[in-house]
């Protein structure tokens, strides 16, 4: 089992939907959770981050995390075509290691 | 806003040469990792580092080799590059400071081709 699982996609949705991208994780320590979108040819850009459970919105992003479940899920309303990129999932898996696990990312098509 | 600059976009390099990769970061971060993306296999650290001359092996160190002899510059040593660590490589930084998990902030890249 991966650490850090997300779906590779494609994940296609028309534009103005809303698009769910879901990760797992498989460390109950973990504490830290972010999604970083990356554009083809790119670096990863951190888009959200959330530390408890329950949803954060920030603009058409909307981050949710269940603990217990041991998932997080990004939302993306009205999607735009400007939106499509691959999406990672990155955990910090507990306190005294400072860096992110990362997902392999899910790849987000929006069609006009 | 963070700024995060590698040296080289694209590099080419041969087989059994030594290659080094260099990062800066001007927000006087602690913590600077190396990273890097392959098809299927995500991002995967190779090292980090959390103070001046101290590091730390990721989940794949075999072949390389870091450096921080300041705060702000973090480079990784390819000692004798094979065709197999033709990829691309991520620098990141982030502050150490409660919460302790800070979001971490990248380069651009480097696309290391050996061949």
């Known amino acids: 089992q991966k650490e850090v699982e997300q779906n590779s996609g494609p994940l296609s949705v028309p534009e103005g939907a809303i698009a769910s991208l879901n990760c797992t994780y498989s460390?109950?320590?973990?504490?830290?959770f972010f999604w970083y979108r990356q554009y083809s040819g790119k670096s990863p850009e951190l888009i959200m981050s959330?530390?408890?459970?329950g949803d954060k919105e920030d603009g058409r992003f909307t981050a949710q995390l269940n603990k217990a479940s041991q998932y997080v899920s990004l939302l993306i309303r009205d999607s735009q075509p400007s939106d499509s990129a691959t999406y990672l999932c990155?955990?910090?898996?507990?306190?005294?290691?400072?860096?992110?696990?990362f997902g392999s990312g899910t790849r987000l098509q929006v069609q006009p | 806003d963070v700024k995060v600059t590698q040296s080289s976009r694209y590099l080419v390099k041969r087989t059994g040469e030594k290659v080094f990769l260099e990062c800066v970061q001007d927000?006087?971060?602690?913590?600077m990792f190396w990273y890097r993306q392959d098809p299927g296999l995500g991002l995967r650290l190779i090292y980090f580092?959390?103070?001046?001359?101290?590091?730390e092996k990721g989940d794949i160190p075999e072949g390389y080799s870091v450096s921080r002899e300041k705060k702000e510059r973090f480079s990784l040593i390819l000692e004798s590059a094979s065709t197999n660590q033709t990829s691309m490589y991520l620098c990141?930084?982030?502050?150490?400071?409660?919460?302790?998990?800070?979001?971490?902030?990248f380069g651009d890249g480097t696309r290391l081709s050996i061949l």
């Open positions: 990141a930084s982030s502050p150490d400071r409660v919460p302790s998990n800070q979001p971490q902030h």
């Open positions: 460390d109950r320590g973990s504490q830290s």
């Open positions: 959330i530390y408890s459970n």
């Open positions: 990155a955990v910090n898996k507990d306190t005294g290691r400072r860096a992110l696990t």
């Open positions: 927000m006087d971060h602690e913590n």
């Open positions: 580092s959390y103070d001046v001359k101290m590091k």
